[in-house]
């Protein structure tokens, strides 16, 4: 947790000068609730929407790949490690949404605050790496198919999912100092965020959080779209050399990456830039007369990176499934559950207008054989 003493931090809320560091949520030295309103009130409704809507999605992808009897594969164990990911994110927007509700004022101790600000991390740094490594397999599955064949096994998936988690850890422990939780007793004020950046003091931090989120957007980018791109031209390639059937599974594939790299490109990347850009506005317009202006498009910016981190927690499951024939399984659960509930309603139904409900009698047909005939002939 950041060592940044109480004193100096609220020094700047009574002098608009000695604002150097950059902490998110920004809360200025003013009262500007005014400005900050509507985003206290919209906000938080659909961060508990999402996180209702993710926490579902994910939990299926636990169950689907975790049932008795389900055989572990490259894809399942991608899968289980990416809802897991998305998990540990969509822990920490509920009681983000309570703090903004209560006007960036933290009301769970430090001890909350330091957790809900992990899980947020681990969320966004396992799910940067799990991304990239499962865009690689799919790479050398279907360009390398032969050639990777000995190294893509359950056994060395299990290993990098380990490793992934361990890089994860340490990244968490290389800047768990960013953390910043302060209180102000005189007033009842409590502060629950992170220092983006800082000037003139450190933190005790290995690496600032703007580097982080520009490493965050450019990792990937450089990684997962030219590895998508080479899988659509390889199956381009290939196309004269399949049957009908197989083409249409194609297009099917070609679909699915496609809503992948949409999703991507709409959720993943505009989520790290939005950071980016409100570090760009805080460091660049910032001064006493726009303090309020600032602030609001410095939390609205970073509270819309969340947003959208969330939706695309929400639509991993779905993605990442579709190949697996989950989506084919929720059609038939959806299809078996409202089968049973027309059913309840015809009963519910007949015995509202007092019809008796006519049982099925299932009637057999016996043929005797013509030896059993003879013999009672005789």
């Known amino acids: 947790m950041s060592n940044v003493n109480n004193s100096a931090y609220w020094a700047w809320t009574r002098n608009c000068t000695f604002v150097h560091d950059l902490n998110l949520p920004l809360v200025p030295y003013m009262d500007c609730k005014a400005n900050r309103k509507y985003m206290g009130n919209v906000i938080p409704p659909i961060f508990y929407i999402l996180t209702f809507l993710g926490a579902i999605g994910n939990l299926g992808s ?5 049932r008795h009897g ?7 164990i991608g899968i289980l490690n990416l809802a897991l990911c998305d998990l540990a994110y969509l822990a920490s927007i509920i009681p983000w949404g309570i703090y903004m509700s209560a006007d960036y004022h933290w009301t769970m101790g430090e001890t909350g605050c330091m957790l809900v600000r992990i899980m947020y991390f681990v969320g966004l740094t396992s799910s940067t790496m799990f991304i990239c490594a499962i865009s690689v ?7 390398f198919p032969l050639e990777s064949r000995m190294l893509r096994t359950p056994r060395n998936a299990t290993l990098v999912s380990l490793l992934l988690w361990g890089i994860t850890t340490l990244l968490i422990y290389l800047s768990y100092p960013n953390i910043l939780y302060l209180e102000r007793r005189r007033h009842d ?4 965020g992170s220092v983006v950046i800082s000037r003139y003091r450190s933190t005790g931090a290995t690496y600032n959080l703007l580097s982080y989120y520009s490493i965050q957007v450019s990792v990937p980018l450089l990684l997962v779209i030219p590895c998508y791109v080479k899988i659509l031209a390889r199956m381009k390639q290939l196309r004269q050399q399949w049957s009908h059937g197989t083409i249409q599974g194609r297009d099917k594939t070609i679909w699915l990456i496609s809503f992948f790299i949409a999703n991507f490109l709409v959720c993943w990347v505009p989520g790290q830039l939005l950071h980016i850009i409100a570090c760009i506005i805080f460091f660049t317009l910032n001064d006493c007369r726009n303090t309020c202006w600032v602030a609001h498009w410095v939390n609205l910016l970073t509270e819309m990176s969340q947003l959208l981190y969330a939706l695309n927690a929400c639509l991993d ?16 659960v959806a299809d078996r559950v409202a089968h049973k509930g027309r059913k309840l309603w015809q009963m519910a139904k007949r015995e509202d207008f007092g019809e008796t409900t006519v049982e099925p009698i299932s009637v ?3 043929n005797s054989s013509p030896m059993k005939k003879n013999k009672l002939v005789q």
């Open 189 to 192: 004020l409590h502060f629950c």
């Open 62 to 66: 636990l169950w689907v790949c975790l």
């Open 137 to 143: 397999d799919r790479f050398l599955a279907i360009v």
């Open 364 to 366: 057999i047909k016996i």
């Open 317 to 332: 499951p779905l993605i990442y499934h579709s190949q697996q024939g989950f989506g084919e399984m929720v059609r038939k």
């Open 70 to 76: 389900q055989p572990w594969s490259i894809g399942s």
